[in-house]
């Protein structure tokens, strides 16, 4: 991965625009091309665009030039030669007299960072936000942020986007893994650094795959949007029913926050979970929820503390029709409200949560553990379970789960950018596809989605860098009567990850302990970029002194009544995190039950043993959507990667 690849003759790049793209009538060239853009260094630059047919386009850089003549469809494409880091520089394009003067261009390294809601989550959301924001302000690291946007077929432009440089008033909107990387790279490369963050939150991997990644040709891509539209409409059909059975009211009003008020009519709604996953499918808008708690005359008499979860996006909340707390455009900040005593009573009390919804997931989300009523000095009584639902004013249209469909993505978030010189690609995504049927496909998917970006970016060895999936509590794992896993689909999605480290140029960071039980996205996302940029700066750079990845199980043996482990990356320095014993390993026999194991580390490996086994056939590590208790580390503390030693 230290070599860097030549891009192929000019040729191809005639082909980086569709031919469904539009005919202009003047110059036009990709938004990425813009005011205070960051360009790959040491590479041929390929620069693209549109411009009336015939026009000649001539392209100047500091003192370098090229030109070409646009096509009958108005496409034009050309080379520049590399150019070492530095700037600033203005890149100027000449069109048929037509001009276009793009300044404050820089040269450094370029990085395109992708995936779903752990890669596009904002610095301001994140642990470390406030130190982050006091501390920017460095003009050469930038980051283009690419708006939300879906389309049928392959695009040539993207909706949006502007290059902002890092300060305390633009930061906070940055990818904060994109940052966190970003910043590392250069404090040791001391060269610009651009991010260009194509995210949405909650997609799949289908959604980032062109058709042919996904073996569909134009007919059979056709066929699925046909079915998919069918569908939607049905949804859409039935939800619009079912709201229609409400009658509308001001979404301001405050009528259903009164403590005695007649809630026939309304339905039973489960908390916490998204009212998307309820029969309420592409709704957003206004509703309401409510339910009751019983206080003891102690407990009304002293206040109580009243969680009530992450709520998307915006609330008000209201107990015994008082209002108690409001929180504004904060999808994912638990709401924690603090209820005086002159508002409570003894017996039976009234919440009344008025949720609005912009935009993708709605209602009251977060973890059980966030859904509580405290009373002062008293432990927290849940408050999950089913409450009472109907909507003010909402609307029903099946936009917002585009994020899901086959090529949306790519044809509006990913097609537009490519051929645009890069470094590499960091991508953090898998969540969505976590799932009994999806986390083996995930393997031929994923391999599938780099060699189909390397082809679109005409760089065979482009490297492609990721992050294996942070432990979580889905509820997803399938367990016996005993509590064992018997099948785990993130941790089948973990090992389809760590399977497509078979391809050249590519990269892991394992994260098993930075994770949240209780949250799918942990807040801390220094250590995710950091550990990133450690990939990047040994593989990519050559600084072969850095370590870059935590043990990889190579092999098993069986010595007697033990199982024998060997890791590559071990470096002779095999090693627990924090206090206590090994953990994690568990051993299974020839009946493919696995239990318990004690492990223990010697030299290079790891020797497990079972008093239940007493003839090892197969081991696993850190095998259940959160394994926190996987404790083996190696060189610099880096985490082992989960894995097992055979599959069932």
């Given at each position: 991965?230290?070599?860097?690849?030549?891009?192929?003759?000019?040729?191809?790049?005639?082909?980086?625009?569709?031919?469904?793209?539009?005919?202009?009538?003047?110059?036009?060239?990709?938004?990425?091309?813009?005011?205070?853009?960051?360009?790959?260094?040491?590479?041929?630059?390929?620069?693209?665009?549109?411009?009336?047919?015939?026009?000649?386009?001539?392209?100047?850089?500091?003192?370098?030039?090229?030109?070409?003549?646009?096509?009958?469809?108005?496409?034009?494409?050309?080379?520049?030669?590399?150019?070492?880091?530095?700037?600033?520089?203005?890149?100027?394009?000449?069109?048929?007299?037509?001009?276009?003067?793009?300044?404050?261009?820089?040269?450094?390294?370029?990085w395109l960072a992708s995936g779903q809601s752990n890669m596009e989550w904002p610095v301001a959301q994140t642990l470390h936000a406030s130190e982050d924001i006091a501390s920017a302000g460095d003009p050469q690291l930038r980051h283009f942020k690419v708006p939300r946007s879906w389309a049928e077929a392959p695009r040539a432009q993207?909706?949006?986007?502007?290059?902002?440089?890092?300060?305390?008033?633009?930061?906070?909107?940055?990818?904060?893994?994109?940052?966190?990387?970003?910043?590392?790279?250069?404090?040791?490369?001391?060269?610009p650094v651009g991010i260009i963050d194509s995210t949405w939150g909650g997609s799949s991997i289908e959604a980032w795959m062109g058709a042919g990644m996904l073996g569909l040709d134009a007919a059979a891509l056709e066929a699925k949007m046909r079915e998919r539209r069918a569908a939607e409409e049905r949804i859409e059909q039935a939800v619009r029913q079912r709201v229609a059975a409400w009658e509308p009211v001001d979404p301001a009003s405050e009528a259903f926050a009164s403590d005695h008020l007649d809630t026939t009519g309304w339905q039973p709604i489960n908390v916490p979970a998204a009212w998307e996953s309820q029969g309420y499918d592409g709704m957003n808008g206004v509703a309401w929820y409510r339910t009751t708690f019983d206080l003891g005359a102690a407990e009304a008499a002293a206040g109580i503390t009243l969680g009530l979860g992450q709520i998307d996006d915006t609330d008000t909340t209201w107990v015994n029709g008082h209002q108690v707390g409001s929180t504004v455009n904060a999808y994912n900040k638990p709401r924690v409200y603090q209820v005086p005593a002159g508002v409570l009573r003894p017996g039976t009390n009234t919440i009344a949560v008025r949720v609005q919804d912009d935009g993708g997931g709605g209602g009251i989300m977060g973890s059980r553990d966030e859904i509580f009523v405290r009373p002062q000095g008293g432990v927290a009584r849940a408050l999950e379970g089913p409450w009472l639902f109907r909507t003010a004013q909402v609307s029903v249209s099946m936009l917002d789960d585009k994020n899901q469909g086959d090529t949306l993505l790519y044809n509006a978030m990913l097609h537009p950018l490519q051929p645009y010189a890069l470094a590499g690609v960091i991508w953090y995504q898998g969540e969505t596809n976590a799932s009994p049927d999806g986390a083996y496909r995930y393997r031929d998917q994923f391999r599938g989605l780099i060699e189909g970006w390397r082809e679109g970016f005409r760089n065979p060895e482009l490297p492609f860098l990721w992050v294996q999936l942070a432990p979580f509590h889905s509820g997803d794992d399938r367990l016996d009567v005993q509590g064992r896993?018997?099948?785990?689909?993130?941790?089948?999605?973990?090992?389809?990850?760590?399977?497509?480290?078979?391809?050249?140029?590519?990269?892991?960071?394992?994260?098993?302990?930075?994770?949240?039980?209780?949250?799918i996205h942990p807040r801390d996302k220094h250590v995710v970029g950091q550990r990133l940029a450690r990939i990047a700066l040994n593989k990519v750079y050559g600084q072969q002194h850095m370590a870059w990845t935590g043990p990889m199980y190579r092999s098993a043996e069986v010595r007697g009544h033990e199982l024998v482990l060997h890791f590559d990356h071990a470096d002779g320095a095999l090693a627990v995190r924090g206090d206590g014993a090994l953990a994690g390993f568990e051993l299974a026999g020839a009946d493919g039950r696995f239990h318990p194991a004690q492990a223990r580390i010697e030299g290079d490996t790891v020797v497990l043993q079972a008093k239940v086994v007493r003839s090892p056939v197969s081991a696993r590590y850190g095998w259940s959507d959160d394994p926190k208790d996987a404790n083996l580390v190696g060189r610099d503390g880096l985490p082992a990667s989960p894995f097992r030693t055979a599959e069932w």
């Open positions: 991965m230290t070599s860097r690849s030549v891009l192929a003759p000019l040729a191809w790049l005639v082909l980086a625009v569709p031919a469904s793209a539009a005919t202009g009538s003047g110059l036009e060239l990709p938004l990425v091309f813009s005011d205070g853009a960051v360009l790959q260094r040491d590479r041929p630059l390929p620069v693209w665009g549109q411009a009336r047919p015939g026009c000649r386009v001539e392209v100047e850089l500091d003192g370098r030039r090229a030109s070409a003549t646009a096509a009958a469809d108005g496409r034009w494409a050309l080379g520049l030669p590399a150019h070492a880091a530095g700037g600033p520089y203005v890149l100027e394009v000449d069109a048929c007299g037509e001009r276009r003067r793009i300044a404050d261009v820089m040269f450094g390294e370029v993207l909706e949006g986007g502007q290059w902002q440089a890092a300060s305390p008033e633009t930061v906070g909107t940055f990818s904060a893994v994109g940052y966190a990387f970003a910043r590392d790279l250069r404090r040791t490369l001391q060269v896993v018997i099948d785990s689909p993130w941790a089948t999605l973990r090992e389809s990850q760590s399977a497509t480290l078979a391809l050249p140029a590519t990269g892991q960071a394992v994260i098993t302990d930075a994770g949240d039980t209780h949250d």
